[in-house]
């Protein structure tokens, strides 16, 4: 098992670069797009409500595999050209960001209500209220289960494996078919996501406790 | 209290037993040929995403293509007149791991004899001498493997020799390892490579699924297929070369070889056979 | 356009419907097993007995932090090296209840801990023991709290059925592969029917979700 480690070390770290660098970038578009979302999903503007609602449940109910190909096969058929790991990680961006979103317009809708009709009774307009009253509360809320779609994020970064995306999973595969040796290679990949998704997984629960306790 | 954690014990120990007792002696390790007598059939790893080779067919839910009628063929030679070819769909990735895992007995799937798997299977006589080549669209600048310089991109398929072949021919050029022939295909004519590198035989199929692209610049490596087989399945190894050269004899192996590919054109039949 | 037309043969719809059989076949078993094995492991992590717990819920995280398709290479792959081999049918359902039933385990037992502890000790007092008061009076109130997140991970149970094509699981995806390898124009309609396939499947399965959580609510 060693023996994997030592001689692909380079391949398996180029691996977890580009693992991170998808999730990374996926993590930050996914986190602006899903809150744009999750605003127009509760914005007082009927069509904005609706186009939010079928964004996020199209994307939700479609397999995360499907929108990459898509991207992969699709978009530079016609549009412009994308390679492996950038149609990997828009994929990635997309599917996750409504996930976020469901996320955020859940803690928006869970801080009271009265909370926005009194900061518009004292005169502030409805962006105000949201971005100042409103929208800080509900970042606390969320901060918890946004923290388990980054893991999720992480861990969907395989993906990229079926499109050529030189991450982590595909450079374990290349390594599996090369070595013949796929019980190791498997066991070493583990080891590596596990390296990447652990620490995330307890700071989460720490930050969970944390704020529910206070 | 009490009761709730013995209970949980019994269910782990249960479930530790469970997988305590498959773990016995690989399948990989017993005599095949003597399993095989035994259950009346052969069981095969075979394409089922390559056009002339392996291919599903949709409407029937079987696969076609010039080995699996080898398959089929051999196992009669093998065991006799009543028993049948059991096919198993397997891909460049998963082919190895799969017979090496016991799933099966024989791996007929396109299958180059290296070295380096000769280390880790057993491979029989030669069954059909493929080159690899190059696909690429109608009209493209590349028109043989010299032309693969730095900023090409070639596109190759996961766990198939070809790969490390392309990246020793041309090293400058970037290779994409896609998980199938039909996503690498797709890749291509998506343009996320400019040109899809592998053996001979399965570009031809490709070529006549989409006249669009065509084959260039002639072979530059010998890829002779072999039956794989797991390491010391010596008896299964002999039976296979002897129905192999019985089937060369009666002619059969011919009758298949131009089933397939005596239409192709481009395609020298007397370089394969 | 011609494309979609001859792509939507009966033929290729017909292998199409037939690989979301097996999709619904492998998620529905993978489910089901899930269920019961999360129920098992979010009690014990729950009762909280000291080692036991710990190994369990150390066991689980370790689980839950893993990629889905590593676990599904792990089960078809790399257990055959040891003496364990699975058909892929039977490989896939290991390998999405060994992901699932981690994923389960947390939602029960924070299912369990959403029910007020008096509930507990109201029902010991009665003379209940821990065991009928855990089975009659906590889990029936948890699993009323857990319906709506247990949707969403069945749901996305049958969606990652599609990594499978990885290892060959003859489901939806994999169908929809072997017609556009036949006949490379038929890519893009392979695309759009499967995205209308999962989305049909699983946009049902939360409206019932819904349906049910209402008429509890209610009720």
Redesign the interface.
Same mark, same amino acid.
């Given at each position: 098992m060693l023996s994997i480690l030592t001689n692909n070390y380079g391949t398996l770290m180029s691996g977890l670069g580009y693992t991170l660098l998808s999730s990374l970038i996926a993590l930050v578009f996914s986190l602006i797009i899903g809150t744009v979302f999750a605003l127009m999903e509760i914005s007082p503007h009927k069509w904005l409500r609706v186009i939010g609602k079928l964004y996020v449940e199209v994307i939700r109910n479609i397999p995360l595999l499907i929108i990459t190909m898509g991207f992969y096969v699709i978009v530079p058929k016609y549009l412009l050209p994308v390679d492996g790991f950038t149609a990997g990680t828009i994929g990635l961006t997309i599917y996750t960001s409504a996930f976020i979103a469901e996320t955020v317009r859940a803690g928006i809708q869970s801080v009271a209500v009265g909370q926005m009709e009194g900061a518009r009774s004292v005169g502030l307009t409805y962006t105000q209220a949201m971005s100042q009253i409103v929208f800080p509360q509900a970042i606390k809320i969320v901060i918890p289960p946004l923290g388990n779609q980054f893991i999720n994020l992480v861990k969907n970064s395989s993906i990229l494996a079926f499109v050529a995306g030189f991450d982590l999973m595909y450079q374990g595969k290349i390594i599996a078919n090369a070595t013949f040796n796929t019980f190791d290679t498997y066991l070493v990949v583990g080891l590596l996501y596990l390296i990447l998704t652990m620490p995330l997984s307890y700071l989460m629960r720490h930050l969970e406790k944390k704020w529910v306790t206070a | 209290m009490h009761k709730l954690k013995l209970w949980l014990t019994v269910a782990v120990l249960c479930v530790v037993a469970g997988v305590a007792a498959g773990c016995g002696r690989s399948v990989a390790d017993q005599d095949a040929l003597a399993h095989a007598k035994k259950t009346n059939t052969i069981v095969w790893g075979v394409k089922a995403d390559t056009r002339l080779f392996g291919l599903m067919n949709t409407k029937t839910g079987k696969i076609q293509g010039f080995e699996v009628d080898m398959a089929n063929a051999l196992t009669k030679q093998v065991l006799g007149k009543s028993a049948k070819a059991t096919l198993v769909q397997v891909t460049s990735d998963t082919r190895v791991p799969m017979l090496k895992g016991g799933n099966l007995d024989a791996v007929i799937a396109t299958m180059t004899i290296t070295p380096e798997r000769q280390k880790v299977l057993d491979f029989t006589d030669s069954y059909f001498k493929a080159g690899q080549s190059l696909l690429v669209k109608k009209g493209s600048k590349i028109k043989s493997i010299k032309d693969l310089t730095a900023g090409t991109k070639v596109i190759g398929v996961q766990g198939s020799n070809s790969v490390d072949n392309v990246k020793k021919a041309a090293p400058a050029t970037t290779v994409l390892q896609l998980a199938d022939y039909a996503q690498a295909f797709t890749a291509l004519k998506s343009g996320q490579g400019d040109a899809l590198s592998t053996d001979n035989g399965i570009l031809y199929g490709m070529s006549q699924q989409d006249p669009d692209y065509v084959v260039v610049g002639g072979t530059f490596t010998k890829e002779p297929y072999g039956i794989a087989l797991n390491k010391g399945q010596t008896n299964l190894r002999k039976a296979l070369n002897k129905a192999l050269q019985e089937l060369r004899a009666d002619g059969t192996y011919e009758k298949l070889i131009n089933k397939w590919f005596s239409d192709i054109p481009g395609f020298d039949i007397k370089e394969v056979a | 356009m011609q494309s979609f037309i001859d792509a939507y043969s009966q033929?290729?719809l017909h292998?199409l419907l037939?690989g979301l059989w097996v999709t619904v076949e492998v998620s529905v078993t993978s489910i089901l097993f899930s269920f019961l094995i999360g129920t +098992?492991l979010g009690? *014990?992590r729950y009762?909280n007995?000291r080692i $036991?717990s710990a190994a369990v819920g150390f066991v689980i995280?370790?689980i839950?932090?893993? #990629?889905? +398709? &590593?676990i599904l290479?792990?089960t078809? $792959? *790399? &257990? #055959?090296? =040891?003496?364990?081999?699975l058909?892929v049918i039977p490989a896939s359902i290991v390998a999405m209840t060994i992901f699932e039933s981690a994923m389960l385990a947390e939602i029960v037992r924070s299912g369990i801990n959403a029910v007020p502890v008096g509930q507990m000790e109201a029902a010991r007092s009665n003379g209940l023991? @821990?065991?009928q008061a855990?089975v009659h009076i906590i889990l029936p109130q948890a699993f009323k709290a857990m319906i709506p997140p247990i949707v969403s991970q069945f749901?996305s149970l049958v969606?990652?059925t599609? %990594?499978a094509? =990885?290892? &060959?699981l003859p489901e939806l995806?994999y169908?929809a592969?072997? =017609? @556009?390898?036949?006949?490379?124009?038929y890519? =893009?309609p392979m $695309?759009v029917a %499967? *995205?209308v396939l @999962?989305?049909v499947v699983?946009?049902a399965l939360?409206l019932g979700a819904r349906l049910i959580n209402r008429r509890l609510n209610h009720a």
């Amino acid at each position: 098992m060693l023996s994997i480690l030592t001689n692909n070390y380079g391949t398996l770290m180029s691996g977890l670069g580009y693992t991170l660098l998808s999730s990374l970038i996926a993590l930050v578009f996914s986190l602006i797009i899903g809150t744009v979302f999750a605003l127009m999903e509760i914005s007082p503007h009927k069509w904005l409500r609706v186009i939010g609602k079928l964004y996020v449940e199209v994307i939700r109910n479609i397999p995360l595999l499907i929108i990459t190909m898509g991207f992969y096969v699709i978009v530079p058929k016609y549009l412009l050209p994308v390679d492996g790991f950038t149609a990997g990680t828009i994929g990635l961006t997309i599917y996750t960001s409504a996930f976020i979103a469901e996320t955020v317009r859940a803690g928006i809708q869970s801080v009271a209500v009265g909370q926005m009709e009194g900061a518009r009774s004292v005169g502030l307009t409805y962006t105000q209220a949201m971005s100042q009253i409103v929208f800080p509360q509900a970042i606390k809320i969320v901060i918890p289960p946004l923290g388990n779609q980054f893991i999720n994020l992480v861990k969907n970064s395989s993906i990229l494996a079926f499109v050529a995306g030189f991450d982590l999973m595909y450079q374990g595969k290349i390594i599996a078919n090369a070595t013949f040796n796929t019980f190791d290679t498997y066991l070493v990949v583990g080891l590596l996501y596990l390296i990447l998704t652990m620490p995330l997984s307890y700071l989460m629960r720490h930050l969970e406790k944390k704020w529910v306790t206070a | 209290m009490h009761k709730l954690k013995l209970w949980l014990t019994v269910a782990v120990l249960c479930v530790v037993a469970g997988v305590a007792a498959g773990c016995g002696r690989s399948v990989a390790d017993q005599d095949a040929l003597a399993h095989a007598k035994k259950t009346n059939t052969i069981v095969w790893g075979v394409k089922a995403d390559t056009r002339l080779f392996g291919l599903m067919n949709t409407k029937t839910g079987k696969i076609q293509g010039f080995e699996v009628d080898m398959a089929n063929a051999l196992t009669k030679q093998v065991l006799g007149k009543s028993a049948k070819a059991t096919l198993v769909q397997v891909t460049s990735d998963t082919r190895v791991p799969m017979l090496k895992g016991g799933n099966l007995d024989a791996v007929i799937a396109t299958m180059t004899i290296t070295p380096e798997r000769q280390k880790v299977l057993d491979f029989t006589d030669s069954y059909f001498k493929a080159g690899q080549s190059l696909l690429v669209k109608k009209g493209s600048k590349i028109k043989s493997i010299k032309d693969l310089t730095a900023g090409t991109k070639v596109i190759g398929v996961q766990g198939s020799n070809s790969v490390d072949n392309v990246k020793k021919a041309a090293p400058a050029t970037t290779v994409l390892q896609l998980a199938d022939y039909a996503q690498a295909f797709t890749a291509l004519k998506s343009g996320q490579g400019d040109a899809l590198s592998t053996d001979n035989g399965i570009l031809y199929g490709m070529s006549q699924q989409d006249p669009d692209y065509v084959v260039v610049g002639g072979t530059f490596t010998k890829e002779p297929y072999g039956i794989a087989l797991n390491k010391g399945q010596t008896n299964l190894r002999k039976a296979l070369n002897k129905a192999l050269q019985e089937l060369r004899a009666d002619g059969t192996y011919e009758k298949l070889i131009n089933k397939w590919f005596s239409d192709i054109p481009g395609f020298d039949i007397k370089e394969v056979a | 356009m011609q494309s979609f037309i001859d792509a939507y043969s009966q033929v290729n719809l017909h292998y199409l419907l037939e690989g979301l059989w097996v999709t619904v076949e492998v998620s529905v078993t993978s489910i089901l097993f899930s269920f019961l094995i999360g129920t +098992l492991l979010g009690i *014990a992590r729950y009762i909280n007995v000291r080692i $036991f717990s710990a190994a369990v819920g150390f066991v689980i995280d370790l689980i839950r932090n893993l #990629p889905l +398709l &590593l676990i599904l290479f792990f089960t078809y $792959f *790399a &257990l #055959p090296n =040891i003496g364990i081999r699975l058909g892929v049918i039977p490989a896939s359902i290991v390998a999405m209840t060994i992901f699932e039933s981690a994923m389960l385990a947390e939602i029960v037992r924070s299912g369990i801990n959403a029910v007020p502890v008096g509930q507990m000790e109201a029902a010991r007092s009665n003379g209940l023991s @821990y065991v009928q008061a855990m089975v009659h009076i906590i889990l029936p109130q948890a699993f009323k709290a857990m319906i709506p997140p247990i949707v969403s991970q069945f749901i996305s149970l049958v969606k990652d059925t599609s %990594l499978a094509t =990885i290892i &060959l699981l003859p489901e939806l995806t994999y169908h929809a592969q072997i =017609i @556009y390898g036949q006949d490379v124009n038929y890519t =893009i309609p392979m $695309f759009v029917a %499967l *995205a209308v396939l @999962y989305f049909v499947v699983n946009y049902a399965l939360s409206l019932g979700a819904r349906l049910i959580n209402r008429r509890l609510n209610h009720a």
